[in-house]
């Protein structure tokens, strides 16, 4: 199962650096909880996600590489993720690790979580 989860998130991963949000809705629930990391609080739902992320892109170039996986006990995944954020004109705003920690119902993400 963890392989599984693990291969659902890279896709999530990739999608999102190639900025193909609906491939990435596919693999969360259309319920899904996700943290706001711009501006804080949550959104919900599919189109909360496409929402922000749209904002998102439209403000930072931010990505995304997945540099390790751990299986929590509670059936959570944590991934440490290198993060790189840029200004649209290319200057690096950050560049850093932070960890995302996903939750799945059904075989697809419910909910993430950002730690630093």
């Known amino acids: 199962m963890v392989d599984e989860r693990e291969e659902l998130l890279k896709g999530a991963y990739a999608a999102f650096n190639a900025r193909d949000v609906e491939r990435a809705l596919v ?3 259309p319920d899904v909880d996700w ?16 929402e922000y992320w749209t904002r998102q892109f439209g ?3 931010s990505h995304v590489e997945p ?6 006990d509670d059936g959570r995944v944590a991934v440490q993720v290198h993060q790189v954020v840029r200004s649209l004109g290319g200057d690096v705003i950050s560049d850093g690790y932070v ?7 059904d075989g697809l993400v419910s909910a993430m979580e950002i730690s630093a």
């Not at 540099?67 to 929590?72: D, H, K, R, S, V």
């Not at 960890?99 to 119902?105: A, K, M």
């Open 27 to 29: 693999l969360m629930r």
């Open 35 to 50: 943290p706001n990391g711009m501006e804080g609080g949550r959104v919900r739902g599919h189109d909360g996600v496409r």
């Open 59 to 61: 403000m930072i170039d």
């Open 67 to 72: 540099a390790g996986f751990e299986a929590l």
């Open 99 to 105: 960890t995302h920690v996903y939750s799945f119902r």
